[in-house]
């Protein structure tokens, strides 16, 4: 959960794409208040599209992170294109970014970090989550 606070409290929005349905993962998804959540794809390229424009967003601002070889396509149109480090190896050729962290282990985190840290507002970010969470 760490990963998608840290992402709240940067303005980072998340969503989810799924090529199963698990009604785990949509309960998940709004607990977490993940807004986006969409499984039962396995043209995740089409889908991915279809979430930009929904969302108002140029395939160049996102950032898509994946482990299975459905995951290539949409890591292809992406701006930014992450595997996780226990992704098929396939995937981990694709993209910009392999995360140290497995996927399940803290890798969104990371990633996460990543990106707040290239925009200049992890502090900003970290500090918004430790007034608001740990001091609260």
């Known amino acids: 959960h760490s990963g998608v606070a ?3 409290f940067g303005k980072i929005p998340i969503g989810l794409l799924s ?3 698990s009604q785990t993962t949509s309960i998940r998804a709004k607990e977490m208040n993940i807004d986006i959540c969409e499984q039962g794809f396995l043209n995740k390229a089409k889908k991915f599209q279809e979430i ?3 969302n108002n967003l ?6 898509y992170i994946g482990d299975g070889l459905v995951d290539i396509p949409p890591m292809k149109l992406a701006g930014l294109s992450i595997s996780v480090s226990n992704a098929d190896r396939e995937v981990k050729n694709s993209a910009d970014i392999v995360t140290e962290k497995k996927g399940g282990t803290g890798a ?3 990633v996460v970090k990543f990106i707040l840290s290239k925009q200049g507002k992890i502090e900003e970010a ?3 989550m430790k007034e608001k ?3 609260a």
């Open 52 to 54: 930009c424009k929904d």
């Open 19 to 21: 090529a199963r349905f």
């Open 126 to 128: 970290m500090k918004a």
């Open 108 to 110: 969104l985190k990371e």
């Open 58 to 63: 140029s395939h160049h601002e996102v950032a």
């Open 133 to 135: 969470v740990y001091d």
């Open 6 to 8: 840290l992402s709240q």
